[in-house]
């Protein structure tokens, strides 16, 4: 154990189906682990947790939670971190909201979020609740770069048993949209910073007023400094004549962003598609629905349950309605639009659906169509506007002869936008931002307009130097392709190269690296891949996100199974689970259905990983022995087919971690490594092997009736046993 507290490994708890999956298959792991000396943990960083700790002074005693996200970000510093993460809920305020009505319902006395606060209790309540939005869990823990790639048994099993891919036709109108002008990418300004230093970031008026907007920004020497702004004007612009254009090609209108990610900017932009698709009625009735609390920031779904008792706004938007274009849906059955909810569609998750869908998306009459993929900056949706142009000439690519592409992400150290929150703001008035350093000089200034998006990001220097280092090690490793996704003529991107090129000719590399903008960067790694070859995609933070869903749900059907290694700078180690996209609707179904589809495999190669981690970081044999087990058993569980299916009566996610048992013991048992493990794992694979059948009914009698799991963000952790470990036979044998 690294000391008194903390495990040999931390698995975290986390928010709606990779949490009840863990219910299930962490007894498992730690009766396994257990064998070997090896002690496996909890810490909380699921959004109930997340609040709870926020709120102490609310709460009774026996309410109270330690704040773990601030214990793991410690952690994560040192060389004895291990953590198995398992994705958590990036909250959007509707989540927010939902998740502190059940803890109150439940009798924690937390305070109500306040929409707009005027008290200063209000203003520190609403400052508490503000730092658990987003991506808060992401920057605290991710100390280290992102090494994403999948494991070869995955990527076998998926050539083996191919992924059904909608087709692509070169007549597709299906086509990406994005601003060519008053968007972030347009506006953006970069410096890196000779020496350290601190900025404030102030608005200076048309009148001359100063607004100080942050103060005591520091940064240390090297970090590259990013400023820019999106107009609100341009943006208005842009998607009222979007609107009209997917209406004259006949298709669905869709906006995908990443709300819970980039969660100043990103709201504020979905609000003004919400205002630009109702624009007739924000004309007409926009103060009485203001009056009503209406922020179009929340949603559509937000929108319409407030305004539900007012008929003349309901028959205004039910008349605008019927004369826009269909619009892309999250759910048509319950009519729940693409504009509903700001997290419902996530862009990493719902482009590369509709990519792998032959360009299709589902309309309202429940029939797929045509999208027009509105993304309004023009950062990285070249991306995604480059793989539909590709797949229209190329058709779809074929998953059972691909090769695949890993990735190198920076992220260390709340690199790039990702890391822009505490310094993004909507503009109250018109005039000038400006970066000024504490010596008076100015680094980045824009002339502004009211209403518009300004944010700083940036990126230090011992994480970039640390990213390329990485993905050095890797090429050397695979020996293939390797591509820096960086646009010289992007402001940000140049300092990079600044950086990349020295660093890969100092190591006698740089022949095996090229430097190409996203688009064309895109266009080569399909190329590569459709070939059968291999390549390795070198990003900033944001593309690291989208391109690990993009590729994988291509190459594997989905991005749940891919490895996520973090290579802690610090010398410790984060292991990833994978997208937790589809885990709501998963949760409904086993609320409704008793039966859970959420594939663990994610988890299977991150408990690999972690263990094998700790065999060489700690010298632990014993782990190293898990770890192959570990690895077989995750092959057998492939090749047998034993991974969740999507229906009640097929396995689900509960006999999966069965067989991934058995499977796990018997090649314990088997091997010949380590013969005191060998004997302690001989007993519990035979009584696996032999209560298989009375173990499979006892967990098979479960689907088919609904699950009650005594609450959705704060489960009630017996009811949540019960229906996750409902065979006794197995209980036995694992304790």
Same mark, same amino acid.
């Given at each position: 154990?690294?000391?008194?507290?903390?495990?040999?490994?931390?698995?975290?708890?986390?928010?709606?189906?990779?949490?009840?999956?863990?219910?299930?298959?962490?007894?498992?792991?730690?009766?396994?682990?257990?064998?070997?000396?090896?002690?496996?943990?909890?810490?909380?960083?699921?959004?109930?947790?997340?609040?709870?700790?926020?709120?102490?002074?609310?709460?009774?005693?026996?309410?109270?939670?330690?704040?773990?996200?601030a214990e793991l970000g410690e952690l994560v510093k040192t060389a004895d971190a291990n953590v198995v993460k398992l994705p958590n809920i990036s909250a959007s305020v509707p989540q927010l909201v939902a998740a502190v009505k059940e803890l109150q319902g439940q009798g924690y006395a937390l305070p109500d979020y306040p929409e707009t606060p005027e008290s200063e209790a209000e203003?520190?309540?609403?400052?508490?609740?503000?730092?658990?939005?987003?991506?808060?869990?992401?920057?605290?823990?991710?100390?280290?770069?992102?090494?994403?790639?999948?494991?070869?048994?995955?990527?076998?099993?998926?050539?083996?048993?191919?992924?059904?891919?909608?087709?692509?036709?070169?007549?597709?109108?299906?086509?990406?949209?994005?601003?060519?002008?008053?968007?972030?990418?347009?506006?953006e300004v970069s410096a890196t910073l000779d020496a350290a230093a601190t900025a404030k970031i102030e608005l200076v008026g048309e009148d001359g007023s100063v607004t100080v907007l942050k103060d005591g920004v520091s940064y240390p020497a090297g970090t590259v400094v990013d400023a820019t702004f999106m107009s609100a004007a341009a943006l208005d612009d842009f998607l009222a004549?979007?609107?009209?254009?997917?209406?004259?090609?006949?298709?669905?209108?869709?906006?995908?962003?990443?709300?819970?990610?980039?969660?100043?900017?990103?709201?504020?932009?979905?609000?003004?598609?919400?205002?630009?698709?109702?624009?007739?009625?924000?004309?007409?009735?926009?103060?009485?629905?203001?009056?009503?609390?209406?922020?179009?920031?929340?949603?559509?779904?937000?929108?319409?349950?407030?305004?539900?008792?007012?008929?003349?706004?309901?028959?205004?938007?039910?008349?605008?309605?019927?004369?826009?274009?269909?619009?892309?849906?999250?759910?048509?059955?319950?009519?729940?639009?693409?504009?509903?909810?700001?997290?419902?569609?996530?862009?990493?998750?719902?482009?590369?659906?509709?990519?792998?869908?032959?360009?299709?998306?589902?309309? !309202?009459?429940? %029939?797929? /169509?045509? =999208?027009?993929?509105?993304?309004?900056?023009? +950062?990285? #949706?070249?991306?995604?506007?480059? $793989?539909?142009?590709?797949?229209?000439?190329?058709?779809?690519?074929?998953?059972?002869?691909?090769?695949?592409?890993?990735?190198?992400?920076?992220?260390?150290?709340?690199?790039?936008?990702?890391?822009?929150?505490?310094?993004?703001?909507?503009?109250?008035?018109?005039?000038?931002?400006?970066?000024?350093?504490?010596?008076?000089?100015?680094?980045?200034?824009?002339?502004?307009?009211?209403?518009?998006?300004?944010?700083?990001?940036?990126?230090?220097?011992?994480?970039?130097?640390?990213?390329?280092?990485?993905?050095?090690?890797?090429?050397?490793?695979?020996?293939?392709?390797?591509?820096?996704?960086?646009?010289?003529?992007?402001?940000?991107?140049?300092?990079?190269?600044?950086?990349?090129? !020295?660093?890969? %000719?100092? /190591?006698? =590399?740089?022949?095996?690296?090229?430097?190409? +903008?996203? #688009?064309?960067?895109?266009?080569? $790694?399909?190329?590569?891949?459709?070939?059968?070859?291999?390549?390795?995609?070198?990003?900033?933070?944001?593309?690291?996100?989208?391109?690990?869903?993009?590729?994988?749900?291509?190459?594997?059907?989905?991005?749940?199974?891919?490895?996520?290694?973090?290579?802690?700078?610090?010398?410790?180690?984060?292991?990833?689970?994978?997208?937790?996209?589809?885990?709501?609707?998963?949760?409904?179904?086993?609320?409704?259905?008793?039966?859970?589809?959420?594939?663990?495999?994610?988890?299977?190669?991150?408990?690999?990983?972690?263990?094998?981690?700790?065999?060489?970081?700690?010298?632990?044999?014993?782990?190293?022995?898990?770890?192959?087990?570990?690895?077989?058993?995750?092959?057998?569980?492939?090749?047998?087919?034993?991974?969740?299916?999507?229906?009640?009566?097929?396995?689900?996610?509960?006999?999966?971690?069965?067989?991934?048992?058995?499977?796990?013991?018997?090649?314990?048992?088997?091997?010949?490594?380590?013969?005191?493990?060998?004997?302690?794992?001989?007993?519990?694979?035979?009584?696996?092997?032999?209560?298989?059948?009375?173990?499979?009914?006892?967990?098979?009698?479960?689907?088919?009736?609904?699950?009650?799991?005594?609450?959705?963000?704060?489960?009630?952790?017996?009811?949540?046993?019960?229906?996750?470990?409902?065979?006794?036979?197995?209980?036995?044998?694992?304790?």
């Amino acid at each position: 154990m690294s000391d008194n507290n903390t495990p040999d490994i931390v698995y975290t708890k986390v928010d709606e189906a990779p949490e009840l999956a863990s219910a299930s298959f962490l007894p498992i792991i730690q009766a396994f682990a257990g064998a070997a000396g090896v002690t496996v943990g909890t810490r909380d960083i699921s959004l109930a947790g997340r609040i709870i700790a926020a709120f102490p002074d609310y709460l009774s005693d026996d309410q109270k939670q330690a704040d773990h996200l601030a214990e793991l970000g410690e952690l994560v510093k040192t060389a004895d971190a291990n953590v198995v993460k398992l994705p958590n809920i990036s909250a959007s305020v509707p989540q927010l909201v939902a998740a502190v009505k059940e803890l109150q319902g439940q009798g924690y006395a937390l305070p109500d979020y306040p929409e707009t606060p005027e008290s200063e209790a209000e203003k520190d309540v609403r400052a508490r609740y503000d730092g658990l939005k987003g991506s808060a869990v992401n920057p605290v823990l991710r100390e280290g770069n992102s090494d994403r790639r999948a494991a070869v048994a995955v990527k076998n099993y998926a050539m083996a048993n191919p992924h059904r891919m909608g087709k692509w036709s070169a007549d597709s109108k299906t086509h990406v949209s994005f601003m060519d002008g008053g968007d972030f990418c347009s506006n953006e300004v970069s410096a890196t910073l000779d020496a350290a230093a601190t900025a404030k970031i102030e608005l200076v008026g048309e009148d001359g007023s100063v607004t100080v907007l942050k103060d005591g920004v520091s940064y240390p020497a090297g970090t590259v400094v990013d400023a820019t702004f999106m107009s609100a004007a341009a943006l208005d612009d842009f998607l009222a004549k979007e609107i009209e254009e997917t209406k004259k090609d006949g298709i669905l209108f869709s906006l995908h962003m990443k709300a819970t990610m980039m969660k100043v900017s990103d709201p504020i932009i979905f609000g003004h598609a919400v205002k630009a698709w109702l624009a007739p009625v924000f004309e007409q009735f926009g103060e009485e629905m203001k009056a009503l609390g209406v922020t179009p920031n929340s949603g559509l779904g937000d929108l319409l349950a407030r305004v539900e008792g007012k008929p003349e706004i309901m028959a205004a938007i039910e008349k605008v309605t019927a004369e826009r274009p269909p619009m892309y849906m999250v759910n048509s059955d319950r009519g729940i639009t693409n504009l509903h909810v700001p997290s419902d569609v996530i862009i990493d998750a719902s482009m590369p659906a509709v990519i792998r869908a032959g360009g299709k998306g589902w309309g !309202p009459d429940g %029939e797929e /169509a045509d =999208v027009n993929c509105v993304i309004p900056d023009g +950062s990285y #949706a070249p991306v995604y506007d480059e $793989t539909i142009k590709y797949f229209k000439q190329t058709g779809a690519l074929d998953p059972s002869t691909s090769g695949t592409v890993q990735n190198i992400g920076l992220m260390a150290q709340k690199a790039e936008e990702y890391g822009s929150h505490p310094t993004t703001f909507e503009i109250p008035k018109a005039g000038t931002v400006r970066m000024v350093l504490e010596n008076g000089d100015v680094l980045h200034e824009h002339k502004v307009a009211a209403g518009d998006i300004w944010r700083s990001a940036s990126a230090r220097k011992a994480p970039i130097e640390d990213w390329v280092k990485l993905a050095i090690e890797r090429q050397a490793a695979e020996g293939c392709e390797a591509i820096f996704w960086l646009d010289e003529a992007r402001a940000h991107d140049a300092e990079l190269i600044r950086y990349v090129k !020295p660093i890969l %000719e100092a /190591a006698g =590399v740089a022949d095996k690296f090229q430097i190409l +903008s996203p #688009a064309k960067a895109t266009r080569q $790694t399909l190329e590569t891949i459709r070939k059968g070859e291999n390549s390795i995609a070198i990003t900033g933070n944001v593309l690291r996100d989208y391109l690990t869903d993009l590729f994988p749900i291509l190459e594997l059907g989905t991005s749940a199974k891919m490895l996520s290694i973090v290579k802690l700078m610090q010398g410790g180690g984060l292991f990833e689970t994978g997208a937790g996209g589809s885990a709501p609707k998963h949760v409904q179904q086993l609320v409704e259905e008793g039966h859970l589809r959420w594939d663990s495999l994610g988890e299977f190669c991150a408990l690999g990983e972690s263990l094998n981690f700790l065999a060489n970081a700690k010298g632990n044999k014993k782990a190293a022995v898990l770890a192959k087990g570990v690895e077989v058993a995750t092959q057998k569980l492939l090749e047998n087919d034993n991974s969740p299916g999507r229906k009640v009566g097929q396995t689900d996610n509960r006999d999966s971690h069965f067989y991934f048992a058995m499977y796990w013991a018997e090649a314990l048992a088997a091997q010949t490594a380590d013969s005191e493990l060998a004997a302690h794992f001989k007993p519990v694979a035979e009584a696996l092997t032999s209560g298989k059948d009375a173990i499979l009914a006892e967990l098979g009698a479960t689907q088919g009736q609904p699950a009650d799991l005594g609450g959705y963000y704060h489960t009630d952790p017996a009811k949540t046993a019960a229906v996750m470990r409902p065979s006794a036979t197995l209980n036995a044998i694992i304790g």
